[in-house]
């Protein structure tokens, strides 16, 4: 059986490669190319394990990552390694685990005497191909959820002795106010308050929409708190749900944005 290690040792370049520059992309760290690339050569010695089954043990893998973050990233203070090596591990177990689909996925079973050779250059070909694809994906999944989900809060309101508890999205784009007596609106899932809000009789605010001008129920509650933040004078609107996602059931004001930042 021909075991060809240039082409894993090249596979474990390119995937320590890809982790290592994911970990300073994701932190900010601002590395060079050739430092990266250098704290990828040496991970890539794992590649020899195929014929030093000792390299395989569990703490010098962990030794070696410690060993290509500290050449990659250098030594600050602990909290800077620290952060370091809890993204280059979990970025591993990611990357880890699609290598293993990808094993899984390309693994043909042949009676030839090539069947191991063919397994590996497909392999290789769907790292090639594959790879970038998975790396940009998570890159983007990364930065979308650190611009979305920091504006994620905790809503509290009471409503008619009913509390609510919810997640709610800080959007400066909500300008809506009434201007009776300038209370900013906090728009709230309808669909959470439907059968709550009986008998009760709502304060009409003017909304302007892109396409047609509405009037919206709004209601003075009880109690209002973001983040532990008790915030007063505030009303809450009723919109429809179609305009909230992932989880989201209430869009806060711009307008009280100087009292929870």
């Known amino acids: 059986m021909k075991i060809y290690v240039d082409i894993i040792f090249l596979i474990n370049l390119i995937y320590d490669y890809l982790i290592l520059n994911s970990v300073n992309i994701v932190l900010r760290r601002r590395i060079k190319v050739k430092r990266i690339l250098c704290g990828s050569f040496i991970g890539s ?3 020899f394990g195929i014929f030093y089954p000792l390299l395989n043990n569990i703490y010098l893998t962990l030794l070696l990552g410690i060993i290509m973050v500290l050449l990659t990233f250098g030594f600050k203070d602990i909290i800077y390694l620290k952060n370091n090596l809890l993204y280059f591990y979990l970025i591993s177990v990611i990357f880890g685990g699609f290598l293993y689909l990808v094993n899984i996925k390309f693994n043909h079973h042949y ?5 191991y050779n063919f397994q ?3 392999n ?3 790292i090639i191909i594959l790879s970038p694809i998975i790396y940009f994906f998570y890159l983007y999944a990364n930065k979308n959820n650190n611009v979305n989900h920091k504006n994620y809060y905790n809503l509290k309101f009471s409503l008619k002795n009913k509390i609510y508890d919810i997640t709610a999205f800080y959007d400066t784009g909500n300008l809506i106010k009434d201007p009776y007596k300038g209370r900013p609106v ?3 899932n309808e669909k959470l308050l439907y059968g709550d809000i009986k008998n009760k009789s709502p304060i009409y605010v003017p909304c302007n929409m892109i396409n047609n001008h509405i009037l919206l129920k709004c209601y ?16 809450i609107g009723l919109w429809d749900k179609s305009n909230f996602y992932d989880g989201i059931d209430a869009i806060i004001s711009g307008y009280i944005g100087d009292k929870i930042l």
């Open 111 to 115: 009676n030839s005497s090539d069947a």
């Open 220 to 235: 003075k509650p009880n109690l209002l708190v973001v983040n532990n933040r008790v915030i007063n004078n505030t009303l």
């Open 124 to 126: 290789f070909i769907g």
């Open 45 to 47: 010695i794992s590649a």
């Open 186 to 188: 906090i728009l709230i």
């Open 120 to 122: 590996i250059m497909t």
